[in-house]
């Protein structure tokens, strides 16, 4: 089913499998933790799975009458997910699915798509609203346009501190943009070997320099996880990994870079950019003076 059948059921289902974009699981995740908040919950994130310690708790009864709740968080489907899925006819499981290909054996499954502007406004309205201040009709069209849906409400809460009437300058002042398209152009330009220098001044001048190696790591890192599917599959389209359909001219683009690059290109561009974060992170060196390294590293790569 879709967010919109989901949103209308009266009762929850037993189970529910979450899947599809970040930005909704993350809130959907919060809005079942709130919805049993009474209730006896455990969770298993990533690696803290354990089918045996699962299946006795939604099996058992709890001592206090709560009702038993588990919620799960992977990006692969767990082993036992379908007997688990049987033994909760008296409790519930919620499992929020981070992969891209979820099972088809579970009969209630909610997709989710690319939030879109609406949505995005409502949100920032209860989020504000919540945070007991107000904000502009073109800060809010700023912020959704500056960053991520995922990370929109981290920002409202940092303004809310500085502010309790959050205006379009408020935006400009304290947030960094960092959308991934934000830095798209630029790191096509690294990557193809061209001259950068001007862009990157450019882009200086507005956003932290810290976020733009993040975001070079991140889209370096998916362009190998492009570049083992291509391998694996012989599909040129990215659809059956992202599960939604990038526009042709930037899917192409990021095809064409995949698998431009060998594997032992992608092993020496992210050692060396994780160990420059790591280097930023652990605050034992100048953090400018690391990037500039970076920067040096990336004009003078073999492979571009």
Do not use: C
């Not at 969770?43 to 299946?55: G, L, N, R, T, V």
């Not at 976020?211 to 998916?222: E, G, N, P, Q, S």
Request: hydrophobic share 40%.
């Amino acid at each position: 089913m879709y967010k919109k059948e989901f949103d209308k059921l009266k009762e929850l289902p037993h189970s529910v499998v979450f899947y599809g974009n970040e930005f909704y699981l993350d809130l959907y995740e919060k809005k079942i933790l709130n919805k049993f908040s009474d209730a006896n919950i455990l969770k298993m994130y990533f690696d803290e799975y354990d089918y045996e310690e699962a299946k006795l708790h939604i099996s058992e009864n709890s001592l206090f009458g709560d009702i038993n709740v588990l919620i799960m968080k992977h990006n692969k489907i767990p082993q036992n997910l379908d007997k688990l899925i049987k033994k909760t006819q008296n409790s519930y499981l919620f499992f929020f699915y981070y992969g891209n290909k979820p099972p088809k054996y579970i009969k209630n499954q909610v997709r989710f798509f690319n939030p879109d502007i609406k949505d995005l406004i409502l949100f920032i309205d209860e989020k504000v609203k919540s945070l007991n201040v107000t904000i502009s009709k073109e800060a809010k069209m700023k912020l959704i346009r500056s960053v991520e849906p995922l990370f929109i409400e981290k920002e409202l809460e940092k303004l809310s501190i500085y502010t309790n009437d959050i205006s379009s300058s408020d935006i400009d002042e304290l947030v960094f943009e960092y959308k991934e398209d934000t830095f798209e152009s630029l790191i096509i330009s690294i990557l193809k070997g061209e001259d950068f220098e001007n862009s990157l001044k450019n882009m200086l001048i507005k956003i932290d320099y810290k976020r733009f190696l993040t975001a070079l790591t991140k889209y370096i890192k998916d362009l190998y996880k492009y570049n083992l599917y291509i391998k694996k599959t012989g599909l040129s389209s990215l659809k059956g990994l992202l599960g939604y359909q990038l526009p042709f001219d930037i899917e192409k683009q990021r095809v064409t870079l995949a698998i431009k690059f060998k594997e032992k290109d992608f092993y020496e561009l992210l050692k060396f950019l994780l160990e420059a974060e790591l280097k930023m992170r652990k605050g034992n060196s100048n953090t400018q003076a690391v990037f500039w390294e970076v920067i040096a590293f990336l004009k003078t790569f073999h492979s571009f």
